[in-house]
Structure formats: structure tokens, C-alpha cells
């Protein structure tokens, strides 16, 4: 029983680059989530999911995309990456009312 | 404008003492508050958390408080140990949906031996 798994753990992109991080839950949750966590920001939400087929914008959705794939996985997506976009990103997924969350995509972006 | 509010940055305080976190919100129709522990280069985990219809919750050292009124909440660990020092998130449901969940930007907690 892994959790909450995402890929990769570390990432570097010049502007301009687009990638796809991905994330996985084995734990059978319909919610799932992406934030991304700045100094003094806190955890900020992107997107998220609350099942299947579904997706909300959070509160900082601007140049992101998402796609859930099916009930395991939810990957963001950044089509023009920006300096800006330099985070630490975590994947959650919800089961109840606790949050489980993936141990972080660390992405620089040149 | 944050909904979810963690005004100290940081706290320190001694092994054995208390700790005390503080949160306060702003949107009235949150239903549900969470706690969460982040160590450095590791994803939060839940701590513990507290219905809106509550306004005590307990879970061996640490106990969480709710004021409706006064749209505050605080964290009591005691007592504090080292293996504390973390950071620590406040975090709300329901504003528009129970699957939409907001976190605060944190407290950073450290525990001096």
C-alpha cells in the first residue's frame, strides 16, 4: 500500500518548457488534489477532483491544466512553464475528511 | 485574500511546555477545520481536526479549539517535545463544496530541548 505516489521528485525547465507531473493513490478516494506550496504562502490549491470525470479550478489555477485519468491518478499539467510557476508541488488525495498527501515535486523553472 | 489566516510565522518554545497555534478564518461556512504536520522535504500529514459543530477535540497531547463567534481556532500540544518542531497548517472545508479544502500558510514550531 504506497499512498499517495508522484513523479517526478525533481525537475528543472527552461520558460517556455511544458511537462506533466504525475500523481497515483492506491487508497480507492474519489478527491483528489494539487496544491503547491511557497515560503509564507502556505499549501495553495490549484485543482482539484471530486471524482471521476470532474475538476475544479482552486485558487491559483491560472497556467495549469489537469486530467484525471481515472479514479488512481490526477496529473497537472503546465503547457508554458514560468519562472513563476518555480514550486514545490504535492499531490493529495482525500478519504473522510483527512487529506493523505504524495511527498512533493520539487520544479525550477530557468 | 487568505480565508485562512495563520498569523505567527514561527514559535518557539521550551521541551516540556506548551505550544499554542493559532488560526483564524474568515468564511463563516466552513464545516470543518484540520490540522496538519509538515517536516522539511516530506508531503503533510494529518494531524488532527475538528467539526464546526464542536468546540473542543482531543487526541492525546494535542487538543484543538473552535470559537464560531470570534472564526478562531487554536492547536494545544502539551507537552511540547522536540520530535514537535515541525510546520504546522490550519486548514478549512465547505466553503462551496466538502471536497474544496483550504490551508492556511503555516506556523513553523520549534521545540528547544
Known amino acids: 500500500n504506497a499512498g499517495v505516489t508522484q513523479t517526478p521528485k525533481f525537475q528543472v525547465l527552461k520558460t517556455g518548457q511544458s511537462m506533466t507531473l504525475q500523481c497515483a493513490q492506491d487508497?480507492?478516494?474519489?478527491?483528489m488534489y494539487w496544491y503547491r506550496q511557497d515560503p509564507g504562502m502556505g499549501l495553495r490549491l490549484i485543482y482539484y477532483?471530486?471524482?471521476?470525470?470532474?475538476?475544479d479550478k482552486g485558487e491559483v489555477p491560472n497556467g495549469y491544466n489537469v486530467s484525471r485519468l481515472n479514479k488512481r491518478e490526477f496529473s497537472l499539467r503546465l503547457e508554458s512553464a514560468a519562472p513563476s510557476q518555480t514550486s514545490v508541488y504535492f499531490c493529495?488525495?482525500?478519504?473522510?475528511?483527512?487529506?493523505?498527501f504524495g511527498p512533493g515535486t520539487r520544479l525550477t523553472v530557468l | 485574500d487568505q480565508q485562512v489566516k495563520q498569523n505567527s510565522p514561527s514559535l518557539s518554545v521550551q521541551e516540556g511546555r506548551i505550544s499554542i497555534l493559532n488560526c483564524d478564518y474568515t468564511?463563516?461556512?466552513?464545516?470543518?477545520f484540520l490540522w496538519y504536520k509538515k517536516y522539511p522535504a516530506e508531503g503533510p500529514t494529518f494531524l488532527i481536526s475538528i467539526s464546526s459543530i464542536k468546540d473542543k477535540n482531543e487526541d492525546g497531547r494535542f487538543t484543538v479549539f473552535l470559537n464560531k463567534s470570534a472564526k478562531h481556532l487554536s492547536l494545544h500540544i502539551v507537552p511540547s517535545q522536540p520530535g514537535d518542531s515541525a510546520v504546522y497548517f490550519c486548514a478549512a472545508r465547505g466553503e462551496t463544496s466538502y471536497d474544496k479544502v483550504i490551508f492556511g500558510p503555516g506556523t513553523s514550531l520549534s521545540v528547544i530541548p
Open positions: 468564511n463563516s461556512m466552513f464545516d470543518y
Open positions: 493529495a488525495s482525500k478519504g473522510g475528511v483527512r487529506q493523505f
Open positions: 487508497m480507492n478516494h474519489n478527491s
Open positions: 477532483s471530486a471524482s471521476e470525470g470532474t475538476t
